[in-house]
């Protein structure tokens, strides 16, 4: 026996594979058995009007001559049985209706916890980016053609990051002047200019005039 037949024969969906196909089956299947049972009902129609109850001897105890008693026996016999089977049957459909609802609703609840998070973390995230960046100092004054000025770093230019010097880090200018002596390359820095941020990458090397940056930086007093 397939699986398909084990399931309309009466083997109920497993919950954890209820699928709306299963379903579709399980109605079409009800439908067939309400045909079938429709058609049984007209055979008894049919002779003369005799329906499931009526007795099939007359008066004296005889077996009734106007009837196809084989016909009706038959056909009473297979309502009897269609009918049990649509019993279970809809037993069937209602336990995985059940089920499936029951699954959607914990996916909705997955989903939306899952949006929850993300639209948390997404607020998180924004009320970082948007929280004002700290300023550590300030650039007051840069000389043309200075390792600075070709940075494009600008007078005023508030100091975020330089190199690995930060808010959290930084306790004076000896510590980008550290950072200065020690570099090996291009210098990350970040400013705040007009409220705007901006990233320059500083190359800190000797120049014509004296230093090896070019600019005088100052720590920002809040």
């Not at 084989?70 to 336990?95: F, G, P, S």
């Not at 607020?123 to 550590?136: C, I, K, T, W, Y």
């Amino acid at each position: 026996m397939s699986e398909k037949e084990t399931r309309q024969s009466g083997g109920s969906p497993e919950a954890s594979g209820v699928t709306v196909s299963d379903i579709q089956e399980l109605i079409q299947r009800k439908e067939e058995i309400e045909a079938q049972i429709k058609a049984n009902y007209e055979v008894l129609e049919s002779q003369k009007g005799i329906g499931m109850n009526e007795p099939l001897v007359d008066c004296e105890g005889y077996p009734r001559a106007d009837v196809d008693l084989y016909r009706v026996r038959t056909a009473r016999h297979n309502i009897i049985c269609l009918q049990n089977d649509h019993k279970a049957l809809m037993k069937q459909v209602e336990e995985a209706l059940h089920q499936l609802h029951a699954r959607d609703k914990e996916k909705q609840a997955r989903d939306l916890a899952e949006a929850r998070r993300e639209a948390m973390s997404h607020g998180l995230g924004q009320s970082q980016d948007l929280s004002p960046a700290q300023a550590f100092a300030i650039v007051n004054s840069i000389s043309p053609g200075s390792p600075a000025s070709i940075a494009g770093l600008q007078v005023d230019d508030e100091i975020v990051e330089f190199g690995s010097v930060n808010t959290q880090n930084f306790q004076s200018l000896q510590n980008i002047g550290s950072v200065v002596q020690h570099s090996e390359g291009p210098l990350n820095v970040t400013v705040i200019r007009r409220g705007e941020k901006y990233q320059l990458r500083l190359v800190p090397t000797r120049w014509a005039g004296k230093g090896l940056l070019g600019c005088n930086i100052i720590p920002l007093q809040r």
